[in-house]
């Protein structure tokens, strides 16, 4: 009895491992492979050297404008330079939106791999699922790779810009789309 026993347990036991073994395998749908960018420098000018510039460029067009003796043309520089001027004072606020939920992360500095978590909607459904992926690190990353388990097919994700490809670079906190799609139909 105490043989029929331990067997039992034993089966029961393997079946377990199997299930827990096959569960932790199925959570992964693929991945996405990212790298740091190198470095390169930029020459931009500052917030404040860009609104010195508009407003050197607007005096420029309005004094050409006086020794024309042109008053339709003052009146509108005029107007063109009060709405610039509101515009950059008043109605220059952040915009507050609601981000996608993040699914994919890339979350480690000097590049890495990120899993593709499972998703019901590849199994019930439409069988696809648009997956969020976002740059959590301080530096710019390049995407060098997507692959998804056998069955499933990437996708271009319509409706959601930009797609995760090959070669793209996501800034710190952007983010980017993948479409994963289950295309192993019986049939």
Sequence with gaps: ??????????????VVGLLVAQGAAAQSMGSVSYAPLAASNVPTM?????????VLLALAAYHAMRAQGGRALKAWTTGLLVC?????????????????PVEIAFDQATGGVANIPHSTELFFGDLFHIYTA???????????GVSVISGLVVLP????????TVGLVLQ??????????????PG
């Design 1 to 14: 009895m105490k043989r029929v026993m331990l067997g039992a347990r034993g089966s029961v036991v393997a």
């Design 46 to 54: 500052s917030e404040w050297g860009l609104i010195g510039m508009a």
């Design 84 to 100: 610039g001027v509101l515009s950059a004072s008043l109605w220059n606020h952040p915009a507050i939106a609601t981000p996608a």
């Design 134 to 144: 976002q740059n959590l690190t301080d530096r710019a990353q390049r995407v060098t």
């Design 157 to 164: 994700p319509t409706g959601f810009t930009p797609e995760c």
């Design 172 to 185: 710190p906190n952007e983010v980017c789309y993948i479409k994963v799609y289950n295309d192993n139909l």
